[in-house]
């Protein structure tokens, strides 16, 4: 069991984002994607769970082929994965606590008291305690990532998907965050997709990391292997080094 | 392209945009009929979507209408001087505003106020990744927001077109009696004389329509808006101005289909 | 907060429905569940009469017309009235169906059928029973009015025996006559009056009738001309002695006269007081002829009244103008039709 991308397509118009994007993810393990901004981090992440279709190739999560299933089933997979969005994508005609709760009332075996029992324990989670009637409006940006964070995990999903958790979080709360996501995966067994630009936060929750670049991913490997790549494509976005990456086009 | 062609290429790119929206917010209307099977999702929001569409929309289409009659009374009586008795007035305020101004008038107040407010509610949500995020929790978004919408607007303009006329034959009746020299029976006789039972379930008919065509192309503009802010905008009006042209020509298909 | 806002969706709901409902019933001219009653009538036409129209006794509507089916064998319409329960209804009722208004529908009026000897009410064998699903109350006879198109046609008869008459008047007059003709000629004059009259006002079904009208009218001005000519001729009559001839004249003017009046009954309530003023006139011509008979007066002072001629080209001269009116305004003989 586990989530599997083959050689995936995908073009906006004349713009082709994904060119034969591959990537397995093992059960249990959190894998990190890096790549540059606009480099089709978030778009990859959305196929997953059929947000976006793929132009051509598979993708497979657990034993169901995820471009071919149809609508129900789609939404059936959705319940076993958690997505946190990019900008939190809180649906503000709710108060954070409903926001939170919403996808547990999705749950069939879930019992409807058990709702704010859950909701108050996930919003401990991310450290949004006594928040729960506000409306997303009366949030910061990094509190509503948050949330957004609290209601991917609320219905305990197979997998979590972060789509760049820790952006725009102070150094304190990135690294609660980070906690966050080792333990889910420790104690709890999710399997984790993270997209990070914070190379700090993808070395220390990562136990695989992979680097994204003109629509194929360039390397994957443990943290150390990352690190240790000769790369200068990898080397340079990890380092932070423009010019290591200049004329190296493939 | 010469500059002599671009006027026709123009008006070629707004037919066919006009017709796309068309289609797309058929699509839609139609997956949120095959969606209506969902009661659980949406259910809950029929009720808080008819006082939305329904109830607050009554205000702003009394008024339309309420002026709509005084001004048919006073250009129906200065319209027929001479050998046509005053009564008629009173045939021509029922019969106009039940047939014609009533539904097309409060149809079209209400997609600016209705189409425009669910293009721009759904266009946010669009937008902020708000429907992607009920996606991946397993709502479908067309059962959840579209349905309870078109089914509030289905059942809420029939309301809220058959007040606006009560309130403009009554507005052209008070009218006629303060401005005009004509008497409440007067006016009542010639309200009675054209009128036709049948005349009221059209108005219904049509407003139903007017509907689920105000609220579907509402909902299919948000949901196909691109971009940020400007999107929403561009989404708004464009829901306004195409709900408000199929409107009209609904408007002319129903008169030609039921009252020929 | 969530129940404010169901309580105002029942609201409207609630408030736009009963608007409907009772809005609907209230322009059809329900009577609101008030106990009503039916009753029949049978008729040789209904003429414009349709489902819904007014039913009035006494000028107050008091009812509908609820069905309006023909007779299985095809004889007459049965039209079933649906009446409020209370209104005491005479024992000669008939039923009268003609316009209610210049432009509207048609409406049932419940008269007493002794007011209305002329019109041809059918007789109903005795016991005739109601039918059909609304079989209740009594069955009455009724009589549709005949429409504008047949008022024209009476209009072109008139004229057609106002020329003969004058021609005959050509004969024999003393002064007696001559007194008694200005007063005969005053009341034909008050009739095209009446005659113009009804036609402007019953003017409802005149699409159709400009047509016929302008043939029509052609006619009654030929009439009209011809019947001028005969007046002229009558300044000449002093020496005419040819009395028994006179006499037989006058015996056929007032034959005629007779069969107008046959002619003309049962048109129109307004028309059959015109008839009964055309009657009393028609009386005093069958004076003057027993007068001429019996020898009385003389001729030469038939003119001494030269009034008379004048007074007989006003009436002709009144019909002129009528067809002149008609050619020239046909809209104000013409339905206005608005939906
Ligand atoms: N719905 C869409 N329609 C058209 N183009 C899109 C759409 N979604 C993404 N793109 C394009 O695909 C490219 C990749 O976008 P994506 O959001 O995946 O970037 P990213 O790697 O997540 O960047 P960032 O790190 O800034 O979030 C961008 O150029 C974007 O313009
Ligand atoms: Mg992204």
Not at chain 1, 115 to 140: A, F, K, M, N, T
Not at chain 2, 119 to 141: K, S
Not at chain 3, 304 to 323: F, H, I, M, P, Y
């Amino acid at each position: 069991m586990s989530i599997k991308m083959v050689n995936v397509h995908r073009a906006f118009g004349e713009k082709e984002v994904l060119k034969g994007f591959s990537l397995e993810i093992q059960d249990g393990t959190t894998t990190t994607i890096i790549g540059g901004s606009g480099s089709g981090k978030s778009v990859a992440l959305k196929h997953i769970v059929g947000l976006l279709r793929p132009d051509e190739g598979n993708i497979w999560v657990d034993e169901d082929n995820v471009s071919r299933l149809d609508q129900e089933s789609v939404y059936r997979l959705r319940q076993r994965v958690g997505y946190v969005f990019q900008f939190a994508a809180l649906f503000d005609s709710m108060t954070i606590a409903e926001n939170v709760g919403l996808g547990l009332r999705r749950m069939s075996d879930f019992p409807s008291e058990g709702i704010p029992d859950r909701v108050e324990e996930c919003l401990h989670l991310v450290d949004l305690d006594g928040y729960g009637e506000r409306l997303p409006s009366q949030l910061s940006g990094g509190q509503r990532k948050r949330a957004g964070l609290a209601r991917a995990i609320a219905t305990k999903p197979k997998y979590i998907l972060y789509d760049e958790p820790t952006t725009g979080l102070d150094p304190v709360t990135t690294a609660v965050i980070d906690e966050l996501i080792v333990r889910m995966s420790e104690e709890l067994g999710v399997t984790g997709v993270v997209i990070s630009h914070d190379m700090k936060s993808v070395f220390r929750i990562s136990d695989r990391v992979a680097m994204l670049y003109d629509g194929v991913i360039r390397e994957e490997g443990t943290p150390d292997q990352i690190q240790g790549s000769d790369d200068p494509i990898v080397r340079g976005f990890i380092e932070g080094r423009p010019e290591l990456m200049e004329g190296q086009q493939t | 392209m010469s500059s002599f062609l671009a006027p026709i290429r123009m008006v070629g790119r707004g037919a066919l945009q006009a017709l796309t929206a068309v289609g797309r917010a058929g699509y839609l209307g139609t997956d949120a009929v095959r969606a209506l099977r969902k009661v659980d999702l949406w259910g809950p929001h029929l009720v808080p979507q008819m006082s939305r569409i329904g109830v607050e929309s009554v205000p702003i289409a009394l008024f339309i209408s309420m002026f709509t009659g005084v001004v048919l009374a006073l250009q129906a009586s200065y319209t027929l001087t001479g050998q046509v008795p005053l009564y008629f007035v009173g045939a021509l305020v029922g019969k106009t505003m039940i047939l014609e101004l009533g539904p097309v008038l409060t149809g079209l107040a209400l997609s600016g106020r209705v189409g425009a407010n669910i293009a721009a509610e759904i266009g946010t949500m669009r937008v902020t990744e708000q429907i992607d995020a009920l996606e991946t929790l397993a709502y479908d978004p067309v059962a959840y927001l579209v349905t309870p919408r078109v089914l509030a607007g289905a059942i809420m303009f029939p309301m809220v077109v058959i007040l606006s006329i009560a309130i403009g034959i009554a507005a052209g009746w008070g009218t006629s009696m303060a401005l005009l020299d004509i008497t409440s029976t007067e006016f009542i006789k010639g309200l009675r004389l054209f009128f036709d039972p049948w005349d009221i379930q059209f108005a219904a008919i049509k407003s139903i329509t007017f509907g689920v065509t105000v609220t579907a192309v509402g909902c299919s503009f948000g949901f196909h808006t691109r971009g940020g802010a400007e999107g929403v905008g561009q989404a708004t009006t464009r829901a306004v101005v195409i709900s408000s042209m199929i409107i009209l020509v609904l408007d002319a298909f129903w008169a030609a289909v039921l009252l020929s | 907060m969530r129940e404010g806002r169901e309580l105002l969706v029942g609201f409207v709901i609630i408030a736009a429905v009963t608007a409907a409902v009772v809005g609907t019933l209230w322009l059809q001219g329900s009577n609101f569940g008030r106990p009503t009653t039916t009753v029949q009538t049978l008729l040789a036409s209904v003429g414009q009469l349709t489902q819904g129209n007014a039913v009035t006794y006494r000028g107050v509507r008091i009812g509908t017309v609820e069905a309006i089916e023909v007779e299985p064998g095809g004889a007459s319409v049965r039209v079933s009235l649906l009446l409020q329960e209370n209104v005491g209804l005479p024992d000669d009722a008939a039923v009268v169906l003609g316009p209610e208004s210049l432009f509207g529908a048609w409406q049932a009026e419940i008269v007493s059928r002794q007011n209305y000897p002329r019109y041809p009410f059918p007789e109903l064998p005795a016991g005739t029973l109601p039918t059909g699903p609304h079989a209740v109350g009594p069955v009455i006879p009724g009589y549709a009015l005949p429409e504008l198109s047949r008022l024209t046609a009476s209009a072109e008869e008139i004229s057609l025996n106002v020329a003969e008459l004058s021609e005959r008047f050509e004969v024999a007059f003393n002064q007696e006559t001559a007194d008694n003709l200005t007063s005969a000629i005053t009341n034909l004059e008050a009739i095209t009056q009446e005659v113009r009259a009804l036609v402007q006002t019953q003017s409802e079904v005149a699409g159709a009738i400009i047509a016929n009208a302008d043939s029509t009218l052609i006619e009654i001005v030929s009439a009209a001309r011809a019947a001028r000519n005969t007046f002229t001729r009558v300044d000449g009559l002093f020496e005419d002695t040819e009395i028994d001839s006179i006499v037989a004249n006058i015996s056929a003017v007032t034959a005629d006269l007779a069969l107008i009046t046959e002619g003309l009954s049962g048109e129109d309530e307004g028309l059959a007081a015109t008839l009964e003023r055309a009657d009393s006139a028609f009386t005093r011509v069958d004076r003057i002829a027993a007068r001429i008979e019996s020898g009385e007066g003389s001729l030469g002072r038939l003119l001494a009244d030269s009034t008379l001629a004048v007074r007989a080209e006003e009436v002709l001269l009144q019909l002129d103008l009528l067809l002149q009116d008609v050619r020239e305004n046909p809209r104000r003989y013409v339905r206005l039709s608005i939906f």
